[in-house]
């Protein structure tokens, strides 16, 4: 491995272990509140309707560019995840986006499937960590696009919170639909 490989996956796995303690101290309530971020410069794109999917793409498109991602804070924090029912992909973490309230327009993670060699961007998925940390209890499950969150779940790392999430598969058709937690036309 040539030293620029060599450093590049040092800063990924220091960023990969930020992301888990970040994601591991989100045990304190987060508020399911959406607030909406006004696009900002001259040229613009003409603003989609509040609370669509439109808005989801819109406000992720530029991400089909992994540096784009990474350089609005969001770092890998998986392998291609798949089960039988289907894949989620790589999951891209931008622990700021976790640890706030809900907001459409920027979603915790991005899901990517590695395709060719090169990451394809398929959705996105949005998070709240439980209010009280009870697998029994749902009284603060959230909703967004009219879709209650799946959830309560443990968390999927080692101190990360019991949490609710939503996949919007924004980029990829997904014959479960586009709020299933699998997307069973695609692999790893």
């Known amino acids: 491995m040539n030293p620029t490989t060599r450093a590049r996956h040092a800063r990924r796995a220091r960023r990969r272990r930020t ?3 970040v994601l ?3 045990l304190a309530p987060l508020p399911a509140v959406a607030s909406t971020l006004a696009p900002t ?3 613009a794109a003409p603003e989609p309707k509040p609370g669509t999917l439109a808005t989801v793409r819109a ?5 089909h560019d992994v540096a784009a991602a990474e350089a609005d804070g969001y770092v890998p924090v998986s392998d291609c995840v798949e089960s039988p029912a289907g894949a989620m992909g790589v999951h891209y973490m931008n622990p700021a986006r976790a640890a706030a309230s809900i907001d459409l327009r920027k ?4 899901l990517y499937l590695p395709v060719e060699g090169e990451l394809r961007l398929v959705g996105v998925e949005y998070f709240q960590a439980d209010r009280d940390q009870d697998l029994a209890t749902d009284d603060d499950r959230p909703s967004l696009l009219g879709h209650e ?3 309560p779940m443990p968390g999927h790392g ?3 919170p019991v949490h609710y999430d939503l996949h919007v598969w924004t980029w990829a058709h997904n014959p479960d639909g586009m709020f299933a937690e699998f997307n069973p036309a695609l692999a790893c």
């Open 19 to 21: 992301a888990a303690v």
């Open 24 to 26: 591991g101290g989100l």
């Open 41 to 43: 410069g001259a040229q």
């Open 59 to 63: 406000v992720t498109a530029k991400y």
């Open 107 to 110: 979603p915790a993670f991005l």
């Open 149 to 151: 969150f799946d959830g």
């Open 158 to 160: 080692t101190g990360a």
